[in-house]
């Protein structure tokens, strides 16, 4: 069974701040990960997945095989980065179902 | 260009009774999946369409819930005898092929079974 574990619930930090949010996984196989940001009043949409390798609104994510983790930082946050954030997992080249962590609430403070 | 749109936004049905939800996937995405999202949970999977099929509906939780695409278009989930553990917020996605493509969602229905 797959499972995407987010330990906290809620982070609140200062604007400026470095963020990390934190995410661990269990699945047998080989997995995609990937992160989901919702904001207030709008749509779950797609923040970041490991194979792109991007930085997305100053956010990154490292796929850590070793440590099934896929966290995910911003060095300097800012308020517009208050969002629920959803970590996720879908088998490669299955059909691409999500499981989703519980989700974690940013808060940043001015 | 449009979104996924789901239908209605908000229903409120009373217990035993019988609901549909409508999503509205992006044109030309053949995948489509349907989630639940119980408060203070993440979205939970119920199945998946590729094209007017279901592939998988591994997530449905019991018989009293059913899903159609009967055009490999929009689809309908239909949900029986309500109950007050139904209630939910019900999120739809489409994708482009549903193999490694971005899911991109809609705002979902808001379903109040008292």
């Known amino acids: 069974a797959q499972r995407v574990t987010q330990p906290e619930k809620l982070l609140s930090v200062f604007k400026g701040a470095p963020v990390e949010l934190k995410c661990n996984y269990s699945?047998?196989?080989?997995?995609?990960l990937f992160w989901y940001v919702q904001y207030s009043r709008q749509r779950l949409q797609l923040l970041l997945r490991?194979?792109s390798r991007e930085s997305i609104k100053g956010f990154t994510a490292d796929l850590n095989k070793g440590e099934t983790s896929f966290h995910l930082k911003k060095p300097f946050a800012q308020e517009e980065d208050s969002a629920m954030y959803y970590c996720?997992?879908?088998?490669?080249?299955?059909?691409?179902?999500?499981?989703f962590g519980k989700g974690i609430t940013l808060s940043v403070r001015p | 260009g449009a979104g996924v749109s789901q239908t209605p936004s908000n229903k409120v049905t009373e217990k035993g009774k019988y609901v549909e939800l409508r999503c509205d996937p992006i044109?030309?995405?053949?995948?489509l999946y349907w989630y639940r999202q119980s408060l203070g949970q993440g979205p939970e999977f119920l199945i998946y369409?590729?094209?007017?099929?279901?592939?998988?509906d591994s997530g449905l939780p019991n018989d009293r819930f059913f899903a159609v695409r009967p055009e490999g278009s929009v689809s309908t989930l239909k949900i029986q005898r309500t109950e007050r553990g139904d209630s939910a917020v019900y999120l739809c996605?489409?994708?482009?092929?549903?193999?490694?493509?971005?899911?991109?969602f809609g705002q979902g229905t808001r379903l109040t079974v008292v």
């Open positions: 996605a489409s994708s482009l092929t549903g193999q490694g493509t971005e899911a991109f």
């Open positions: 369409f590729q094209g007017t099929g279901a592939a998988d």
């Open positions: 996720a997992l879908s088998p490669t080249g299955a059909n691409s179902k999500l499981t």
């Open positions: 490991h194979i």
């Open positions: 044109s030309g995405h053949t995948a």
């Open positions: 699945y047998s196989g080989s997995p995609e």
